[in-house]
């Protein structure tokens, strides 16, 4: 039962461009989501979050917008850059569930220059 | 500030041999994660500590794997014995308590290959 899911397994674009990475989840208890980004031999490193009151969080080149009907989020990269190339994971919790992680399989974003 | 460190990076053995991983997360950070990150997949929690105490193991294969963190800070994740399935990254992540964004901070991992 995969309650956080990530369904491209993969994206390119073209540098300059606009990313935008999806992320569907089906565990309506959620109320906090975050976005990773991890390089290869590294481990993930925390890039924007967003509570579920909001349905918008922007911190620079990233926005996190939630669609809590839908159960969808999105991560935004505007613009894109050859440095941003690397798996993006979504990932969820529970304030009732010890607020533990659900991870999503990860999408691989390749920006060309 | 010092990020979460994990010890050692790469470990390869074989099936049935047991093996120890280390992770000392960032100063201050009461709550402690164990992930396991299979090849194409997520990283998927193993065992939670809040200080010394286990808050969720409930994904720990409690018949190979035990996980300790005896004083508050560091700790150790065993495997004994590993089977081939255990190839993975092995992710420590910390986190403040009570800080209400529950954003985990993770280390470099460690790989693991079971021959």
């Known amino acids: 039962d995969q309650q956080v899911k990530q369904n491209s397994p993969s994206l390119s674009v073209q540098e300059g461009r606009i990313s935008i990475l999806n992320c569907d989840y089906t565990?309506?208890?959620?109320?906090?989501f975050l976005w990773y980004k991890k390089y290869p031999a590294e481990g993930p490193t925390f890039l924007i979050s967003?509570?579920?009151?909001?349905d918008k969080n922007e911190d620079g080149r990233f926005t996190v917008f939630l669609n809590k009907s839908a159960k969808h989020l999105s991560l935004h990269i505007v613009p894109s850059q050859p440095g941003d190339s690397a798996v993006y994971f979504c990932?969820?919790?529970?304030?009732?569930?010890?607020?533990?992680?659900?991870f999503g399989q990860g999408t691989t974003l390749q920006v060309k220059p | 500030e010092a990020g979460v460190a994990q010890s050692p990076r790469y470990k390869i053995i074989e099936k049935r041999q047991s093996v120890a991983f280390w992770c000392n997360p960032i100063?201050?950070?009461?709550?402690l994660y164990w992930y396991q990150q299979i090849l194409g997949q997520g990283p998927k929690l193993l065992i939670q500590?809040?200080?010394?105490?286990?808050?969720?193991d409930s994904q720990l294969p409690k018949d190979r794997f035990s996980a300790e963190r005896l004083k508050g800070v560091d700790s150790t994740l065993k495997i004994q014995p590993a089977k081939l399935e255990d190839s993975a990254v092995y992710l420590c992540?910390?986190?403040?308590?009570?800080?209400?964004?529950?954003?985990?901070?993770f280390g470099p991992g460690t790989r693991l290959l079971v021959l």
């Open positions: 967003i509570s579920s009151i909001k």
């Open positions: 992540a910390s986190s403040l308590v009570g800080s209400g964004t529950k954003t985990q901070y």
């Open positions: 100063s201050g950070h009461a709550t």
């Open positions: 500590f809040q200080n010394n105490g286990v808050v969720d």
């Open positions: 990932a969820a919790s529970a304030q009732s569930n010890t607020g533990k992680l659900i």
């Open positions: 565990n309506s208890m959620f109320d906090y």
